[in-house]
DNA sequence: TCGTCTTTGCGACTTTAGCG
DNA sequence: CGCTAAAGTCGCAAAGACGA
């Protein structure tokens, strides 16, 4: 067969003869139960339906794809493109429209390949690069302006969605889809009605992207009598996964079949000084892109587009005429200084390209660093946040607990995550809600760009969603599973050393040392904050890992820091103080976030658990969490288990601490004012209020000033927010 | 309610080190 | 040697905690 093919078409052979595959389905099963088809032959009304079995072609085509990464969470692969053929092939060949979540995730395997070989295997599918920007096809191969599409149905795009679980581009944000569905949230699409109270107030509340979006669109569908799909694609450009932007060759654009010609829209789109206008007015476009269809994956969605693009785009714009494009259109005080570089995401502008990277990492990409104190499970949005808050000797600071309310919107991702891992026994070993299964959902971290000039691809396949424990990264460090048994798994790419001092402590690091200490000290003395669960700690490795410690000055910091907790317990219990005993349960139970994850399989299976009363704090928080998902006390840090997973460690580590002498400690005894969500302790009634309005009512208290949307989660914060504003005579951009 | 302190976020800028 | 990326330092603003 090759060599046929070879003979017939010397180029692209691979993808000829993958198509070849599809198109003339050697030997391509049916997988559906029942079926003893074993070729696929496509219909001829509809090619997706075999003609032997009736059964669809995603049911025949998973016979030749992988499906053991879905349990497998450890693993990913390398995107070759003759693997993305075949992903491609499920939502492709013979459709005419792509599910948004799936073009999704396909941009992302797009991103990682050629050019060449996107549009190779477009065509062969017969898309082309257009229609799938567009997501659907506009026009047949005769031409005729389509006015139905086929489309895969929802169990083939389900099925489909799992493929992307094997790949690191793509892992993450499959399952945060996976979540978002199996939370039920519906897909949204805004009405078009024109005057609506919707629209007003969208338009009011965000002025930039109203206008921005109103303008650009009104200056290209006025512009010339082209049909607004072909204009709209210029400004659609910008969403390619790949570098489009002045760097594809019109005949890419153009149909394989030539029937929409080619475009004009090039010189535009090189145009550095167009190229800024349309990449800021394209952002305002790409969220409403974005925002609109597609709630799932809201994070990585946002991100998507401009994860990928902010170096490439500041290429053109940095590179290409001295950012000409930037600084040539702004005069006077506002016009940017020589060098200065520009993020498309939000518009500003910075010193250099590392500062925009770490601007971007911090602020779109939502990268985390986690505090390298064992134990601790603080995240901070940069290295330098990160680093001193670990130089900081107070150990309070590394309790592990939610101290850090900033980063509310990573918080409540992985709250999402982690909240519905802790219902993942129920729902996800069986078909869930959403008929999804995701055995190993435990990734939920912000997709790290992947440059490809920057990342390789085997730091691609190793660096994204292949940390099951672990959701947030540092930097761009290849990361390696925390749960992988095998030895080998301990820096098989090993980085370049730090160019400076070793300050800036690796997780991957940070997880072969522990592995080695590990293995060292397994049997040595316990850290103090794990004296209980010695026992835990046995026999089992990943649970070693957490009652390991590290030598030199950490270990009698942290001998210090368990010194000053158990103080801090004592004095706490002399305080009463219910919600901090809470909080100590919490560092004895499950002082890691790893060790929050087990000690929720723990109670699992634990009798612990089962105490009604824990039941009805469940009740009532499931209760709450009707009322308001987002809610800080179901929020967790650093991809430990969340606060409720906690309280449960300390629920059922509350009768251990019993045999270790804590047992008198009955909050409700010396404090009847607690709250019934949290079981947290205060003084008086009015503090239960505040506390239940602000954690769990979440009420915020919007600033007073006209034209500020401003929210804050206490009145203290909203005024004294109002008396900077008095103050400075400021305007405080609306959030 | 308010003042103060602590902590974090983040941009500007510098230093270090790899690489061609 | 220059370019570049990574990592560090510095300073300011803002938010939360806490006590008066």
Redesign the pocket.
């Known amino acids: 067969l090759a060599a046929y093919l070879e003979s017939k078409n010397n180029t692209n052979v691979t993808i000829i003869i993958l198509f070849t595959c599809v198109s003339f389905s050697f030997a391509i099963c049916c997988t559906l139960v029942n079926c003893n088809c074993d070729s696929f032959k496509p219909g001829k009304l509809k090619r997706r339906q075999c003609e032997n079995c009736k059964h669809g072609w995603v049911a025949h085509a998973l016979s030749k794809l992988k499906v053991h990464h879905m349990y497998q969470s450890s693993q990913v692969e390398i995107v070759h493109s003759n693997v993305v053929f075949d992903i491609c092939s499920l939502m492709l060949y013979g459709t005419q429209a792509i599910p948004i979540r799936l073009k999704i995730l396909l941009d992302r395997l797009f991103s990682v390949l050629k050019q060449e070989e996107v549009i190779q295997i477009l065509n062969a599918l017969d898309w082309t690069l257009q229609d799938y920007i567009r997501g659907y096809v506009l026009q047949d191969v005769a031409g005729k302006v389509l006015d139905r599409w086929a489309i895969m149905t929802f169990e083939e795009e389900i099925a489909t969605l799992q493929q992307f679980l094997r790949f690191g581009e793509t892992k993450s944000i499959v399952e945060l889809m996976a979540l978002q569905d199996k939370e039920g949230q519906a897909v949204l699409v805004p009405s078009t009605r024109t005057n609506s109270d919707i629209r007003t107030f969208i338009e009011r509340n965000t002025p930039r992207t109203a206008a921005n979006l109103s303008a650009s669109k009104t200056d290209k569908l006025s512009g010339n009598s082209m049909h607004h799909f072909e204009n709209f694609i210029n400004s659609m450009a910008f969403m390619l996964p790949f570098q489009l932007l002045g760097s594809v060759p019109a005949p890419f654009l153009g149909s394989h079949t030539g029937q929409q010609g080619q475009r004009d829209n090039h010189p535009s789109l090189s145009h550095p000084s167009e190229s800024t206008l349309l990449s800021s007015g394209d952002f305002s476009t790409s969220d409403n892109y974005s925002d609109g269809p597609s709630t799932p994956c809201t994070p990585s969605i946002s991100s998507d587009v401009t994860q990928m693009s902010p170096?490439s785009k500041l290429r053109s714009l940095d590179?290409n005429g001295s950012g000409g494009g930037v600084s040539g259109g702004i005069a006077g005080g506002g016009s940017l200084?020589k060098g200065?570089v520009f993020c498309n995401a939000?518009e500003?502008?910075?010193?250099?390209?590392?500062?925009l990277?770490?601007?971007y990492n911090?602020?779109h990409l939502k990268i985390?660093h986690k505090?390298t104190i064992e134990g601790c499970n603080?995240?901070?949005?940069?290295?330098?946040?990160?680093?001193?808050?670990s130089a900081?000797p107070?150990p309070?600071?590394h309790m592990p607990m939610n101290?850090?309310?900033?980063?509310k919107d990573l918080r409540s991702n992985l709250s999402a995550d982690e909240s519905s891992e802790g219902e993942k026994s129920s729902s996800f070993p069986s078909m869930g809600q959403s008929g999804i299964l995701f055995p190993n959902l435990k990734t939920v971290q912000p997709v790290l760009p992947f440059y490809r000039?920057?990342v390789t691809p085997a730091e691609l396949a190793n660096t994204p969603g292949t940390l099951p424990s672990l959701p947030l990264l540092s930097?761009?460090?290849p990361v390696k599973p925390l749960t992988a048994p095998e030895p080998c798994t301990t820096d098989p790419i090993p980085k370049?050393?730090?160019?400076?001092?070793?300050?800036?402590i690796?997780i991957e690091k940070e997880m072969v040392e522990r592995d080695e200490q590990d293995k060292e000290s397994s049997s040595e003395d316990e850290a103090p904050l794990h004296g209980r669960d010695k026992d835990e700690c046995d026999g089992n490795k990943e649970e070693g890992r957490l009652c390991t410690r590290q030598a030199g000055e950490e270990k009698e910091a942290r001998a210090y820091q368990g010194k000053d907790m158990e103080r801090g317990m004592t004095e706490r219990e002399d305080k009463d103080d219910g919600s901090r005993v809470t909080e100590t349960g919490v560092i004895t139970c499950a002082s890691s976030p790893f060790e929050n994850r087990l000690m929720d399989n723990h109670c699992d299976d634990s009798s612990l658990c089962q105490d009604p009363e824990r039941e009805d704090r469940e009740h009532a928080l499931n209760k709450m969490s009707e009322l308001k998902w987002d809610d800080g006390e179901h929020r967790l840090t650093n991809g430990g288990g969340p606060q409720l997973i906690e309280r449960e460690a300390s629920d059922g580590c509350g009768d251990d601490y019993g045999d270790s002498g804590l047992s008198h400690l009955d909050p409700d005894a010396v404090l009847p004012h607690h709250c019934e969500i949290c079981s947290k302790n205060f003084k008086n009634p009015y503090s239960v209020k505040m506390h239940y309005q602000n954690v769990h009512l979440k009420e915020m208290h919007m600033c007073t000033v006209d034209g500020c949307n401003?929210a804050?989660?206490?009145?203290?914060?909203r005024?004294?927010?109002l008396?900077?504003i008095t103050h400075?005579r400021?305007f405080?951009r609306p959030l």
Do not use: Q, W
């Open positions: 170096e590179r200084k200065r939000c500003k502008t910075f010193y250099d390209k590392g500062t990277k770490i601007h911090a602020v985390k505090c603080m995240v901070f949005s940069s290295l330098r946040s990160r680093n001193r808050h900081n107070n309070r600071l101290r850090n309310n900033r980063d000039s920057l930097s761009s460090v370049k050393k730090s160019r400076k001092s070793s300050m800036p690796k401003a804050f989660p206490s009145r203290r914060s005024d004294r927010n008396a900077v400075n400021g405080r």
